[in-house]
Nanobody, 123 residues
């Protein structure tokens, strides 16, 4: 499976962005998908997860509901809608896909990774 993340950019604090993860080369509905983010010098951090065939979602608690994950198994895409963005949300955002169900907040759970898209939130 190949993943392509897009939609990043520069936004002012309080604004919104919608990231997209496009999948190809596999049966997308058989994979659960996660979004992670990473800043320089830090480990990759879990953001949100969506199960196979839209079987459930889970987001990091520190987001306090500002981000929403969704998927379209016809278009083979997963979206991350980000609202009320803060400067501390600035990071490279990665999407990842996996078939095993373990701790979905851990990077090791996922088999395939996109290249990342940069989100910059200005104050």
């Amino acid at each position: 499976v190949q993943l392509q993340a897009s939609g990043g950019g520069l936004v002012q604090a309080g604004g919104s962005l919608r990231l997209s993860c496009a999948a190809s080369g596999g049966t997308f509905r058989n994979y659960h998908v996660g979004w992670f983010r990473q800043t320089p010098g830090m480990e990759r951090e879990f953001v949100a997860y969506i199960g196979k065939a839209d079987s459930g979602t889970y987001s990091a608690e520190f987001l306090k509901g500002r981000f929403t994950i969704s998927r379209d198994n016809v278009k083979n895409t997963v979206a991350l809608q980000m609202r009320r963005l803060k400067p501390e949300d600035t990071a490279v955002y990665y999407c990842a896909a996996g078939s095993a169900t373990r701790d979905v907040t851990q990077t090791g759970t996922y088999d395939y990774w996109g290249q990342g898209t940069l989100v910059t939130v200005s104050s």
